[in-house]
């Protein structure tokens, strides 16, 4: 220290003390970043660079979480909580629409449990589905797919939901018609599947409606844009 007063009194000072000197400086002792409900506080060290060496302190990290639950550090793809909620709102409002996350594999939990519960399923792509009251309920035309000169056939299949319940094993609790891609279907179609277990009452509806980060669902009337007192 003695060594470098004397030089700076004489006026010659060496160009790496001085760079050195303003690193310190200017390097800021704290960070604090926002990200969504965390903050995140940094804590950055003095980084020393030179032409020789380069030294990088290891930096201090303290996390603070809030607005989280217990499920999110608990078998967040095994043990769902909300799986007794999930059933009571199928037997409340007997037609939901759900919202999976993008990468799928959730829903299959809330299927399962309602396998158990003693449901059958009917899974339908809305994508192709036609008219829903028409080919769930009604005799309903088909036509294959014809190939070159082969003249154009129509052929009559059943209703989907009142062939199934017909076969219904005596002790079935029910039918639940599995609609993925839901999202495809106008309002006056959504609004019949959310009337459809008033004309079947042995019948629930999902409709796989959009995505979001987690499993969520709503009461497929909501969504439709119909009212208790509509309906």
């Not at 190939?147 to 209703?159: C, D, M, N, V």
């Not at 989907?160 to 839901?182: C, N, Q, T, Y």
Request: charged share 20%; aromatic share 8%.
């Amino acid at each position: 220290m003695a060594s470098t007063c004397s030089l700076q009194q004489h006026g010659r000072v060496p160009a790496s003390i001085n760079l050195h000197h303003k690193q310190q400086r200017s390097c800021s002792p704290r960070i604090s970043v926002m990200v969504g409900n965390r903050n995140v506080m940094l804590l950055q060290g003095f980084i020393y660079n030179n032409n020789v060496s380069k030294r990088r302190p290891t930096a201090g990290l303290v996390v603070r979480c809030s607005g989280i639950g217990l499920g999110d550090f608990i078998g967040g793809d095994l043990v769902k909580f909300d799986i007794g909620q999930w059933l009571s709102d199928v037997e409340e409002h007997k037609a939901l629409a759900i919202y999976p996350p993008h990468e799928g594999g959730y829903e299959g939990r809330y299927l399962n449990r309602l396998i158990r519960q003693g449901y059958y399923f009917l899974d339908l792509s809305a994508r192709g589905l036609g008219d829903p009251e028409t080919t769930l309920t009604k005799v309903h035309p088909v036509c294959p797919a014809h190939l070159g000169k082969q003249p154009i056939a129509r052929w009559y299949f059943p209703p989907e939901v009142d062939f199934r319940l017909e076969h219904l094993p005596p002790d079935a609790k029910g039918l639940v018609v599995w609609i993925i891609e839901a999202k495809v279907l106008s309002k006056a179609e959504l609004q019949f599947l959310a009337l459809l277990p008033t004309l079947r009452p042995n019948v629930r509806v999902v409709a796989e409606c959009g995505n979001w980060r987690k499993f969520v669902w709503k009461p497929l009337k909501e969504i439709a844009g119909l009212t208790a007192e509509g309906a």
